[in-house]
């Protein structure tokens, strides 16, 4: 079964994430059919662009199926892992690409590899109920999925921020982050995907969006940008402990808990990147990080101890955001040489 529901309806390819026990975490069969079917309508004429939705309420896609990489990883079997991630980041690139629009309905949890389905489309929708962020840290891992790229364009420091606590954006937060465009409550969404569907006109969004709710994350842009500007993660550490407001705390409370090494990576990352990359960089550099982090970062402790035991006390490799060396985020980010990440099944 691949939790997919895959049809054509009127001028659009509908593509309906179907799990909604497990928060529409996608597994290896729902990344196969996904980009079988976005491969296949590429130049379908009957197909004038792709709406990608979810069942249920609380979830778009809360991520990947990272349970399945774990046991594998744990077995030795790193192949598995690195496999799938090079699938998906294909997928992801495939997406930002794609010759026709998509147009992605993001209700309640979009986070991880939901990021990497939904926020790349070029037309994408939130509601009330959604809460989009990218929480990889705190498992060991770097924000992924291409989310690095929407994470070095978003304004001032605030990729650093979303990056390192793993914040959850509201629907206003979204689009002032560039992980959205449009806001729509969710009871108007049924009258937008029958229009979607008879018209095949992405217009159709814009006509129906209204003004995003007030959000949170601009009330906090100043302290944002002083706190998450260091060169380093260590230099972020110690802004904020030099800091005791409200947010400070919570900043610092939440960069406690990640790993120390993917924090610091993905510090590096956005700083490697700028606001000038492009996708499939970010994407490749990513890819670096994922490629050694079964073996080779904090990746399968942090999966044991947030999902496995649900302990939620990890024991990171490295004592804390200050006792990270340089030397190990570059080992991290070395080329892959023969095993780096190739585009041919991307277009």
Same mark, same amino acid.
């Given at each position: 079964?691949?939790?997919?529901?895959?049809?054509?309806?009127?001028?659009?390819?509908?593509? *309906?994430?179907?799990?909604?026990?497990?928060?529409?975490?996608? +597994?290896? !069969?729902?990344? !196969?059919?996904?980009?079988?079917?976005?491969?296949?309508?590429?130049?379908?004429?009957?197909? #004038?662009?792709?709406?990608?939705?979810?069942?249920? #309420?609380?979830?778009?896609?809360?991520?990947?199926?990272?349970?399945?990489? =774990?046991?594998?990883?744990?077995?030795?079997?790193?192949?598995?892992?690195?496999?799938?991630?090079?699938?998906? =980041?294909?997928?992801?690139?495939?997406? !930002? $690409?794609?010759?026709?629009?998509?147009?992605?309905?993001? /209700?309640?949890? *979009?986070?991880?590899?939901?990021?990497?389905?939904?926020?790349?489309?070029?037309?994408?929708?939130?509601?009330?109920?959604?809460?989009?962020?990218?929480?990889?840290?705190?498992?060991?891992?770097?924000?992924?999925?291409?989310?690095?790229?929407?994470?070095? +364009?978003?304004?001032?420091?605030?990729?650093? =921020?979303?990056?390192? *606590?793993?914040?959850?954006?509201?629907?206003?937060?979204?689009?002032?982050?560039?992980?959205?465009?449009?806001?729509?409550?969710? %009871?108007?969404?049924?009258?937008?995907?029958?229009?979607?569907?008879?018209?095949?006109?992405? /217009?159709?969004?814009?006509?129906?969006?209204?003004?995003?709710?007030?959000?949170?994350?601009?009330?906090?842009? +100043?302290?944002?940008?002083?706190?998450? %500007?260091? $060169?380093?993660?260590?230099?972020?550490?110690?802004?904020?402990?030099?800091?005791?407001?409200?947010?400070?705390?919570?900043?610092?409370?939440?960069?406690?808990?990640?790993?120390?090494?993917?924090?610091?990576?993905?510090?590096?990352?956005?700083?490697?990147?700028? #606001?000038?990359?492009?996708?499939?960089?970010?994407?490749?550099?990513?890819?670096?990080?994922?490629?050694?982090? /079964?073996?080779?970062?904090?990746?399968?402790?942090?999966i044991r101890a947030a999902v496995i035991d649900k302990d939620r006390r990890p024991k990171w490799r490295h004592a804390g955001p200050e006792a990270v060396p340089t030397a190990d985020v570059a080992r991290m980010l070395m080329p892959l040489g023969a095993d780096k990440l190739t585009w041919e099944n991307a277009a």
């Amino acid at each position: 079964m691949t939790h997919t529901d895959i049809r054509t309806e009127g001028r659009a390819g509908r593509i *309906t994430l179907n799990r909604p026990q497990a928060l529409n975490a996608m +597994n290896d !069969a729902m990344l !196969a059919a996904v980009d079988t079917a976005l491969s296949d309508w590429a130049h379908d004429p009957a197909v #004038d662009l792709v709406l990608i939705d979810a069942a249920g #309420d609380r979830a778009f896609c809360a991520g990947g199926d990272i349970a399945e990489i =774990y046991a594998a990883g744990c077995a030795g079997d790193f192949a598995r892992g690195r496999d799938f991630w090079r699938r998906e =980041y294909r997928m992801n690139a495939r997406i !930002a $690409e794609y010759p026709k629009p998509v147009v992605t309905l993001m /209700q309640g949890f *979009t986070m991880g590899g939901g990021v990497g389905l939904g926020c790349h489309a070029s037309h994408r929708v939130v509601g009330d109920s959604s809460r989009i962020a990218m929480p990889e840290c705190g498992i060991g891992l770097v924000p992924d999925v291409g989310g690095s790229y929407l994470l070095a +364009n978003a304004p001032g420091r605030l990729g650093e =921020y979303l990056g390192l *606590t793993g914040a959850h954006m509201v629907a206003g937060d979204a689009i002032d982050a560039g992980f959205a465009d449009w806001y729509l409550p969710e %009871a108007r969404w049924a009258p937008l995907v029958t229009a979607l569907c008879a018209t095949g006109d992405p /217009q159709a969004v814009e006509d129906a969006a209204l003004p995003a709710p007030p959000h949170l994350i601009c009330n906090a842009a +100043n302290e944002v940008e002083a706190h998450f %500007a260091g $060169e380093t993660l260590g230099d972020i550490w110690r802004s904020l402990k030099g800091s005791d407001t409200p947010f400070a705390t919570k900043a610092r409370d939440a960069l406690a808990r990640v790993s120390p090494l993917a924090a610091a990576a993905h510090v590096e990352i956005l700083h490697r990147l700028g #606001d000038n990359s492009t996708l499939r960089k970010a994407l490749e550099l990513e890819f670096r990080f994922t490629f050694r982090a /079964q073996g080779d970062s904090d990746f399968l402790e942090g999966i044991r101890a947030a999902v496995i035991d649900k302990d939620r006390r990890p024991k990171w490799r490295h004592a804390g955001p200050e006792a990270v060396p340089t030397a190990d985020v570059a080992r991290m980010l070395m080329p892959l040489g023969a095993d780096k990440l190739t585009w041919e099944n991307a277009a």
